[in-house]
C-alpha cells in the first residue's frame, strides 16, 4: 500500500514565526499536492508538484510556499504564519497517468497559530 | 476554473435506510475524472469510488455511484446505511490535463441507530 508520512503530527506556532510542514512518500509518484481542509471548505489545494524541483500554485497560495527537493519529499513553508493558518494540512501523493489515478493521503498535520 | 458542489454540510439517516449524497461540478475541461473520498474520524481521507465513463454505475463497499455529464452529476448512494458508515464524504474531480484535483466542501454522514 502507498505510504505518505506528515511530520509533526501537532505544531503550535507563534504569529509571524516560521513555520515548515514536511513530507515524504515512498511511493514514486511523481506528483504531490498539498491541502488544508476547514470545515464548510472541504480540501483546497494550496501548492502541488509535477516532480523534483517543480512546484505550481493551487487554487490558494498566499502566504505559503512550497519545495520539492527530491521525489520523495515535499515541504510546505509558511515564511510569517498568521492565526488564519491555524488549520488541519494533508500532502497527498499520485501517479499522474496510472489507470488506477487516485490520491494517497498522509495522516494530516494539525497546526495552530497563537 | 473547475468547482464541485456538495449542498449538504450534514446529512443524518436511520441505519438499515437509504442514504443519498448529492454532487455536481462544473469543469471547461473533457477529460476528467469523478471520486468519492470517505475520511473516518482522525483518519486520512481514502478513495472510496473512481469514475470517468458517463452513465456507467460504478460500486465499492456497498456504495454506489453513476457519472451522468448531461446533468453534471455524481450522486453517492447506498441502499442500506451501517453504522459504521459515519464519516465525512468528499466529492472530487480530477482534471487530467493539469492533474489538478478539486474537493468539494465534504458532506458529513450520520447513521444513527
Redesign the interface.
Known amino acids: 500500500e502507498a505510504a505518505?508520512t506528515q511530520s509533526p503530527r501537532n505544531k503550535v506556532a507563534v504569529t509571524g514565526g516560521k513555520v515548515t510542514l514536511s513530507c515524504n512518500q515512498t511511493n514514486n509518484h511523481n506528483?504531490m499536492?498539498w491541502?488544508r481542509q476547514d470545515t464548510?471548505?472541504?480540501?483546497?489545494?494550496i501548492h502541488?508538484s509535477?516532480g523534483a524541483g517543480s512546484t505550481e500554485k493551487?487554487?490558494i497560495p498566499d502566504g505559503y510556499k512550497a519545495s520539492r527537493p527530491s521525489q520523495e519529499n515535499f515541504s510546505l513553508i509558511l515564511e510569517l504564519a498568521t492565526p488564519s493558518q491555524t488549520s488541519v494540512y494533508?500532502c497527498?501523493s499520485?501517479d499522474?497517468?496510472a489507470a488506477?489515478?487516485?490520491?494517497f493521503?498522509?495522516?494530516?498535520t494539525k497546526l495552530s497559530v497563537l | 476554473g473547475d468547482s464541485v458542489t456538495q449542498t449538504e454540510g450534514l446529512v443524518t439517516v436511520t441505519e438499515g435506510l437509504p442514504v443519498k449524497l448529492n454532487c455536481t461540478y462544473q469543469t471547461t475541461y473533457l477529460t476528467i475524472a469523478f471520486f468519492w473520498y470517505v475520511q473516518y474520524l482522525n483518519e486520512a481521507p481514502q478513495v472510496l469510488l473512481k469514475s470517468s465513463t458517463d452513465n456507467k454505475r460504478t460500486e465499492h463497499q456497498g456504495f454506489h455511484a453513476t457519472l451522468h455529464k448531461s446533468s453534471s452529476s455524481f450522486h453517492l448512494q447506498k441502499s442500506s446505511a451501517q453504522l459504521s458508515d459515519s464519516a465525512l464524504y468528499y466529492c472530487a474531480l480530477l482534471n487530467t490535463g493539469n492533474y489538478k484535483y478539486v474537493f468539494g466542501a465534504g458532506t458529513r454522514l450520520k447513521v444513527i441507530a
Do not use: K, M, P
Open positions: 505518505v506528483n499536492y491541502y464548510g471548505h472541504g480540501l483546497r489545494l502541488y509535477y493551487g487554487d494533508f497527498a499520485g499522474a497517468g488506477n489515478e487516485r490520491l493521503f498522509g495522516h494530516g
